[in-house]
């Protein structure tokens, strides 16, 4: 078994911050929370449930000069986690606590709603380094998508009014079937040109919608990002892609491209939507990077990533 680099919380520190999105996943989250912070506060932390991102930002780097932050815990779902990491010090610990719809980020950590086993995770204090993606100067954690499937986040957060479910992507999803066009992009990574695609994905964790792995060993400590593209637009397209991935037949499929890189950068001549973990990331052209071990996350004395095979 691969050993992981990893390193521990000092023990006096005993403060620890949530950070509870309100709008993510269901309305009965919020039991969740609390019961989490009992937990931890039977465990002798001090606890502070914070919404404002000023806020907590502001306590957080107190806490973290003053030796005493233990971590800051992402109570939402993945964008809720990616937006933290994006207003805090790299420096933060940080802890997910799934409660959002698709957790993809916790599936690749194995956390759980579990707030005993959240507790003992915290109070062992073991953390790793973990790369992120950058897309323009905003960072993400699990995934970055152009095209399609960019539109239906677009769409469904323009209309977004409280918790978001699986089944409140089926009308956006149908506009994006009726409406999208699917321009073709165009790709360089690491200077090297790559064909042109109308649909494109970059991952760091081999998680996405619905379980599917569209590239099942990404590696989030290797110090690149993967893509994965598929040449051919339109509904029907589509749906043969899906059930391509669905049944993990894509890898032989001359319409589809995979690549590792460290640098990436896409243009389009029309509109081309981003979505970077599940929140609008505005539209093309955008330049994708990694950035090595700048996620440091709590998880639990077992955890070991599942390590890739060896495609170039």
Request: aromatic share 8%.
């Amino acid at each position: 078994m691969d050993q992981v680099e990893s390193h521990q919380i000092v023990a006096d520190a005993r403060s620890v911050l949530i950070s509870h999105n309100p709008k993510s996943g269901s309305s009965n989250r919020q039991q969740l929370v609390t019961r989490l912070a009992d937990e931890l506060i039977r465990a002798g932390f001090e606890v502070q449930t914070i919404e404002n991102t000023d806020q907590l930002s502001d306590v957080a780097k107190q806490l973290l000069a003053t030796g005493k932050l233990r971590t800051v815990v992402s109570a939402g779902g993945d964008g809720t986690a990616s937006m933290l990491v994006n207003e805090l010090p790299p420096d933060v610990p940080i802890t997910v606590f799934p409660l959002g719809t698709a957790n993809l980020l916790a599936k690749y950590l194995g956390a759980t709603t579990d707030a005993v086993r959240m507790a003992q995770i915290i109070d062992g204090g073991r953390t790793v380094q973990l790369d992120v993606g950058m897309a323009n100067e905003r960072l993400f954690l699990v995934v970055a998508s152009c095209g399609f499937d960019a539109d239906v986040v677009e769409r469904i957060h323009s209309s977004r009014q409280g918790h978001i479910s699986y089944f409140s992507y089926s009308l956006p999803i149908l506009r994006s079937i009726w409406k999208y066009r699917f321009p073709k992009m165009q790709i360089t990574a690491d200077t090297v040109q790559v064909a042109s695609a109308r649909w494109l994905f970059v991952f760091n964790v081999p998680h996405y919608a619905m379980d599917l792995r569209i590239i099942a060993d990404a590696d989030a400590q290797d110090g690149q990002l993967d893509l994965c593209t598929f040449r051919d637009g339109g509904f029907i397209n589509g749906l043969f892609y899906f059930f391509s991935v669905l049944f993990r037949r894509h890898e032989k499929m001359s319409a589809a491209n995979f690549c590792r890189f460290r640098e990436l950068t896409i243009d389009s001549d029309l509109p081309v939507p981003i979505e970077l973990d599940g929140d609008p990331g505005g539209y093309l052209p955008v330049t994708i990077s990694v950035v090595p071990e700048r996620l440091r996350v709590l998880v639990s004395e077992d955890w070991r990533p599942a390590r890739r095979n060896s495609r170039a």
